[in-house]
């Protein structure tokens, strides 16, 4: 049975409609204390920078909870400021995300949960290095009272622009576009913001990211972008944070569930990508597959098999990665071309341009003519078994491929044969029902410089965020 199709808005935006935001004032300031007696709640967010690095407009996510109260009625008088000295505090924009209610409903056994309602806030924040910051969030009706009324709110500046219906969104900010395919949401198509429309950033006629896939041969591959249509997706936030959801079973695979999370931010370079897998009975796997980046590539040598095919514009240059604490490694593309246009390096099966860890720092894709670059810094990766069962390991790592010209790729595997192409070790691996897989990471528009510095504070950034200085609660 086909999966039921839910798609929840909690933005919406008419088909080719361009949210658009104009100039604001500067930063309001307010009295704290008489801010402070208009919400049941107060809380001193404080945070700590700890990677000698001076932040600007570094997103914090952190969850507002009250006891019961519907998320609508207290919503839109949630505030954020930032504490400034004599009791004075500066309006901080900020988006709500992730309206969660639960409890108050009877367990068979008697026992029923206190009612909960959270939302998630998000604003920017700002922190010198190696100091520390305080931002005040105010949120929740007070007893007996009703919600704050005429509470005045930060103004949006510098925010996203967002067109189009999910799952064919245009997401933009002043570091790059973004398109999502039509069909299944994917991110298709990249440009840099400084770029014209004439640069062709896709591999054919499929999505750029992949952020899933399997392949159990002999049946074909299953990627998030095979879906004609999301089986379920959800769509939130606004002009400072934007979240987009894909979920639900393979379009092939029926027995394979996985979810893609976007999350776009304003002034930020970089999109938030977290994935996840799980098997819900056991399958015979050859590879599977998270955060794969694929482009197209050209110059083919005279004389090629498929020198009748139109070229494809030559995107990236060179692979560059870190892995470890080792100083960042540069490859030219070209560099190591077989005749037939495949990678040819020493040591390495024929198509494998790099092998390297699986946690890798960052891994990128660059052509220094173009000043383009398009990276991956990974965050987090999960692997493990929830009904109980073996976690596979079979050959994780991050691969880099160039497979002939037209077909250049990174990705994360987390199950992959030990043996190269039709040798005795070219195997599928038999994974247990319950297996789950999960990565998140950065999904990163930089331009590209010799030394790779750029990057690498990027990565040291993303890797190292704020800290919330929590002095903890209880004992219980």
């Not at 305080?134 to 510098?158: C, F, K, M, S």
């Not at 005795?424 to 789950?436: E, F, Q, S």
Request: with cysteine.
């Amino acid at each position: 049975m086909a999966a039921r199709r839910v798609v929840h808005f909690l933005l919406c935006f008419p088909c080719a409609a361009l949210l658009c935001l104009e100039s604001q004032p500067a930063a309001m300031e307010i009295a704290l204390s008489d801010f402070a007696r208009r919400y049941a709640h107060t809380y001193d967010y404080v945070l700590q920078e700890t990677a000698g690095l001076a932040r600007r407009a570094e997103p914090v996510e952190v969850t507002l909870t009250v006891a019961g109260d519907p998320p609508g009625r207290w919503r839109d008088s949630i505030r954020v400021t930032r504490v400034l000295e004599n009791g004075r505090g500066a309006l901080v924009p900020h988006q709500t995300l992730g309206e969660v209610t639960a409890g108050g409903v009877a367990e068979p056994d008697g026992d029923t949960p206190h009612p909960a309602a959270s939302i998630n806030v998000v604003f920017l924040a700002d922190c010198p290095a190696g100091e520390t910051v305080t931002y005040r969030l105010h949120w929740g009706v007070p007893d007996g009272g009703e919600a704050p009324a005429a509470i005045p709110a930060a103004a949006i500046t510098d925010g996203l622009d967002i067109a189009g219906e999910a799952p064919g969104l245009t997401v933009a900010n002043e570091f790059y576009r973004m398109a999502l395919d039509p069909r299944s949401g994917a991110i298709q198509r990249i440009l840099p913001a400084k770029q014209g429309e004439d640069m062709e950033l896709f591999y054919r006629n499929i999505p750029i990211h992949f952020g899933v896939d399997i392949w159990s041969p002999p049946q074909p591959w299953d990627h998030d972008y095979d879906w004609p249509a999301p089986p379920n997706h959800a769509l939130e936030g606004g002009p400072l944070a934007l979240r987009y959801r894909r979920w639900g079973p393979l379009h092939n695979y029926r027995d394979v569930e996985v979810s893609i999370t976007y999350t776009f931010y304003a002034r930020n370079p970089h999109v938030h990508v977290s994935s996840t897998m799980r098997l819900t009975r056991a399958r015979s796997a050859h590879a599977i597959r998270m955060g794969e980046i694929v482009v197209s590539h050209s110059r083919r040598p005279p004389g090629s098999p498929d020198g009748g095919e139109p070229e494809s514009p030559e995107l990236f240059t060179h692979y560059a990665w870190r892995a470890g604490d080792t100083a960042p490694v540069s490859r030219e593309i070209n560099a190591f071309r077989s005749v037939a246009g495949e990678a040819a390096v020493a040591g390495f099966t024929p198509g494998g341009l790099a092998v390297l860890d699986r946690d890798a720092v960052w891994v990128a894709g660059y052509n220094a003519a173009l000043g383009f670059g398009l990276a991956t810094v990974r965050l987090n990766q999960f692997a493990g078994n929830y009904l109980g069962g073996e976690t596979p390991q079979s050959a994780p790592c991050t691969y880099l491929g160039q497979y002939g010209w037209g077909f250049v790729y990174w990705s994360r595997p987390m199950v992959y044969p030990l043996g190269a192409l039709n040798s005795p070790l070219d195997l599928n691996t038999a994974v247990a029902a319950g297996a789950i897989f999960g990565t998140e990471e950065m999904l990163v528009v930089y331009e590209p410089d010799a030394a790779h510095e750029k990057l690498d504070a990027a990565a040291r950034r993303m890797r190292n965020p704020l800290r919330l200085d929590f002095r903890g609660t209880g004992p219980w």
